[in-house]
Every structure is written in structure tokens, then in C-alpha cells.
């Protein structure tokens, strides 16, 4: 592999269209350019909502590849389209193998692809794992800024699942201005939780740290619930626990039952998106059979189109849209190249001619 940013080296197929030269950025790379600019990716991500609200997108469902084999095991497609002035298109491939922790190696692993809006080709194959918990952290974040505009910032969070999702979050939180007298943690692995209070505590995190028994406690203590967790299904049934009408981030999903939705405001990044797989909102779609329960898209929310009220629980779902991965993986390959550290890989596509 060897670097190379110059243009000129593209190779022209004869009919002036170049094919562009084909990139590896590693999970290093990746972090060197997101740590430290969070604000910059909440931004991004919000401008990417934007643009998918205005039609600018393209965002298929997602493909689960399953194994009858490995039940708790997945590799997730997505497809999507970025349009706008840096418009590109790709894919994200990633992995959900939960027994990996036992190994002692992350439960996901990911690459992002980004074709060529023009040729289609691919140019770049980037470390993916970094990118989709950025921008998962940086979806929560914005959510959690904009549903809470019109009240008091809750001052106690509580984090039910503590892994790399929850880290991200809590990192994107602080960075964008939230900060907290109590922190929370409730996790079935007590290995877990444990290694997420050390990691707070090891980072001078304001505020409290307290590792709870049972979740009613961690939700009842908390204004600010974050659901990253691996369930498949709902485990949370309780809608009594909700009754002091907290923010809840339910990034994983599949967390609570749908009596609890029934009482909620819920918002959701994508309706057709978040209503699939047997979601929490699926189930209450499919239990009531209409959509009547949700109260708009997050893209609402920021357009002013959709207001939230103050006396209830908010539950923001988000199933998670390719482009946001597009928009910050294109972000990470442009810096990577304006800093002359792309690694390209020389001759990838070699039949350029197609007679020889």
C-alpha cells in the first residue's frame, strides 16, 4: 500500500471518465480525526437529517443477515445515499456477535464503503466501528438537546447497558454541554458495569457514580434514561416506573414493552426505518394496529414542526440511517485526505479495458 492524495494519478478508462483510486482508512485513523471534534459531528449529523427530511437522500432498509445456527448473531446491510454538496454513496456492513465479549474482543466490527457518485466505483473501505458509534452518539445527543429545549435539563442520568455505545454517548453528552450530578449504571453483567464506573471515574466525570441492582431503580432515580443494550426483545413492562416522565434515549431499541410506548410521546429518526425488525414501536404498530402513537420524526422535532409536551415521558427511538454513516465517513476521508494520509491501495481495479 502506499499514499498517495494527487488526483492526477487517477486513471482515465480512454473516455475521459477517471476511475478513481481505491483508499483503506484504519480504526486509527478514524479516531484521530472524530476524538475531539464531537460538536462538529452533532452538527453534521443534523444537517444530514435535514437533508433526508428534505427528500435529499436515499436510505433503504436494511438487510439482516441471520444464522439459524447463532439466533444472537447478525451482520446488518445499509444501503444508502447521500445527496447535497458532498454527496456520496455507500455502504455499511456490520456485526453483532454478543459472545465476542466473553472472547475478550468487541461484540461489533464494521467497514463503510463510499462509491463514486459519478462512476459508482468504490474509493475508500474505512474501520466502521468507530464511525457508526460516533454518529449514534451524536444522533442521541442532538435528540437529547432539542426534546429538552423547553424544559430543565434533567441533572441525573442513567445508563442501563454500559458497553462502547454508552461510552460514546456519555462522552458526546459532555462534550456538547450536558453535565450531571448523579450518574447511574444498571447492567446484567456486573463485569460490565463495573469497567464503565472505573472508566468514569478514571476521567474525572462530575457528579456521582452509582452502580444499581435493579433497573425500576436505575429509572426511577434517573431524568435522563440511555437504553444501550443488547435485547432482543422487551424487558422493561413496567409503565409505573416512567411515572416521573423522564427523557428516554432507546438507542437498542427492543428495551421496552409496548404499554410503556402506549404512555409515552415517542419520536423516532425514520418512521418506515424504526417500524420493522419486531422494535419496540414495531410491536405497539402491530399491537394497535396504526402508527397513531408516534408523535413525529427527530427532523420534526428540529424544523419546529412537531412540539413536545412537558407532561410526559419522551422516548426517542432511533433505528440508526446509513447516511448518517455516509456523512461522517465522507467527513473522515476528506480530512484524511487534506492531511496527505490516505492509504491507497496501488492497481485495485485492474480491467480497465473492456476488450483488453
Not at 32 to 47: C, D, S
Not at 62 to 84: H, K, T, V
Not at 251 to 276: F, G, M, Y
Request: a negative charge.
Amino acid at each position: 500500500m502506499t499514499t498517495d492524495t494527487n488526483p492526477e494519478t487517477n486513471t482515465s478508462t480512454g473516455t475521459g471518465t477517471v476511475v478513481p483510486p481505491f483508499s483503506v482508512i484504519s480504526g486509527a485513523q478514524v479516531q484521530r480525526v472524530l476524538q475531539g471534534h464531537e460538536k462538529h459531528i452533532v452538527e453534521l449529523v443534523e444537517a444530514t437529517y435535514l437533508l433526508h427530511g428534505r427528500g435529499q437522500t436515499i436510505n433503504p432498509p436494511s438487510y439482516f443477515l441471520r444464522f439459524p445456527d447463532r439466533p444472537g448473531s447478525r451482520i446488518i446491510a445499509l444501503p444508502a445515499s447521500l445527496g447535497g454538496p458532498d454527496g456520496v454513496d455507500g455502504l455499511k456492513w456490520i456485526s453483532s456477535f454478543p459472545h465476542n465479549v466473553e472472547a475478550g474482543i468487541p461484540r461489533a466490527s464494521a467497514v463503510l464503503i463510499l462509491n463514486d457518485h459519478e462512476t459508482g466505483y468504490p474509493f475508500a473501505c474505512l474501520e466502521s466501528s468507530i464511525i457508526s458509534a460516533s454518529r449514534t452518539a451524536a444522533s442521541a445527543a442532538l435528540a437529547a438537546d432539542h426534546l429538552t429545549r423547553h424544559t430543565t435539563r434533567p441533572t441525573r442520568i442513567g445508563f442501563f447497558g454500559t458497553g462502547l455505545i454508552a461510552r460514546y454517548i456519555h462522552t458526546y453528552l459532555s462534550a456538547t454541554g450536558w453535565a450531571f450530578d448523579e450518574i447511574g449504571i444498571h447492567d446484567l453483567s456486573p463485569d460490565s458495569a463495573a469497567g464503565f464506573r472505573q472508566y468514569l471515574e478514571e476521567h474525572s466525570t462530575p457528579g456521582r457514580v452509582t452502580v444499581h441492582d435493579s433497573a425500576e431503580e436505575l429509572i426511577r432515580g434517573s431524568g435522563l434514561v440511555v437504553f444501550a443494550t443488547i435485547a432482543g426483545q422487551p424487558h422493561v413492562t413496567e409503565p409505573g416506573w416512567f411515572s416521573h416522565h423522564p427523557l428516554v434515549l432507546h438507542v437498542s431499541l427492543r428495551d421496552l414493552a409496548p404499554e410503556i410506548l402506549l404512555e409515552s410521546t415517542n419520536i423516532v429518526d425514520d418512521v418506515e426505518h424504526c417500524l420493522k425488525a419486531d422494535t419496540s414501536p414495531h410491536l405497539v404498530e402491530q399491537l394497535t394496529g396504526n402508527r397513531d402513537f408516534l408523535g413525529g420524526t427527530l427532523e420534526d422535532v428540529i424544523s419546529r414542526r412537531v412540539g413536545i409536551p412537558g407532561d410526559r415521558t419522551v422516548v426517542f427511538s432511533p433505528f440508526g440511517l446509513g447516511v448518517l454513516d455516509l456523512a461522517v465517513g465522507k467527513y473522515v476521508y476528506d480530512e484524511t485526505a487534506r492531511a496527505g494520509d490516505l492509504h491507497t491501495v496501488e492497481d485495485f481495479f485492474h480491467e480497465r479495458r473492456r476488450h483488453g
